[in-house]
């Protein structure tokens, strides 16, 4: 599988090196958590890689392929999804809705197919029955048909998850997953994580939950100030007091 790397990525927001000379390559496969304080650059590097802001110096690689000046949607195609500390999801439709609304190439979605229906009806039928099992992964199945907009903040959070898988994406880049929900609800989406993991998925996350990535994460990665000042095994890193003090309080 192809690894995700950047080489001496920067970026700035009105004078602030947000990613100053970022380089990484992440593995091709397990887990691996970004962490530091806020307004280390976690998020800025994450959009960065997945074509939603662009560097102003620097290059992004999947394979040996450049992405530096692809649009997110040419990512996504090429197999790199991500996930957002604001969930985007449609309110107002189902949450089988939304996760077939994230399914990629759909002849349904270009005039001349959509029009004489030619291979639509099955594909339709193929992709609900995806979206059904992605549904069941992530333990939603049973609210398939509720609203996204009426589920808990933590099934919210599990949806984007199947929103995310539905892109058929092999490296999933996820904003803070388990901020925020419960704590019988993280242990869920640890489980689903890890299982995503040994089924050969590259997973990034920045989470500030330390004791979450202690739990989930092979490689950690730690930024401040836009620079990636240590890295390497979780139980390396996160044995090593000076970052427990400084970085994560």
Do not use: W
Request: aromatic fraction near 4%; charge should be neutral; charged fraction near 20%.
């Amino acid at each position: 599988m192809n690894a995700l790397r950047c080489e001496k990525l920067f970026k700035s927001f009105d004078g602030v090196h947000a990613v100053s000379g970022v380089t990484l390559e992440f593995p091709a496969s397990g887990i691996t958590a970004i962490i530091g304080p806020n307004g280390a650059g976690k998020t800025t590097l994450l959009n960065v890689l997945t074509g939603f802001v662009r560097p102003e110096a620097g290059r992004c690689f999947l394979g040996s392929h450049e992405t530096t000046r692809l649009p997110p949607h040419r990512i996504v195609l090429m197999g790199v999804a991500r996930t957002f500390q604001n969930l985007r999801l449609i309110g107002r439709v189902s949450a089988l809705e939304n996760v077939l609304l994230a399914r990629p190439r759909q002849r349904g979605e270009h005039l001349l197919p959509a029009l004489l229906r030619f291979g639509v009806a099955r594909e339709e039928a193929d992709n609900q029955q995806e979206a059904m099992r992605l549904l069941h992964f992530a333990d939603l199945d049973n609210l398939a048909n509720t609203s996204a907009g009426e589920l808990s903040y933590g099934q919210q959070k599990l949806l984007t998850l199947a929103c995310c898988l539905a892109t058929e994406a092999h490296i999933l880049l996820l904003d803070e997953p388990v901020a925020g929900v419960a704590p019988e609800m993280v242990a869920n989406i640890l489980t689903l994580l890890r299982r995503l993991s040994a089924n050969g998925k590259s997973i990034v996350l920045v989470e500030h939950d330390i004791e979450a990535v202690r739990r989930i994460a092979d490689l950690v990665i730690v930024m401040d100030e836009g620079k990636v000042i240590a890295q390497g095994a979780a139980h390396d890193v996160l044995g090593r007091a000076e970052i427990m003090e400084a970085y994560l309080g």
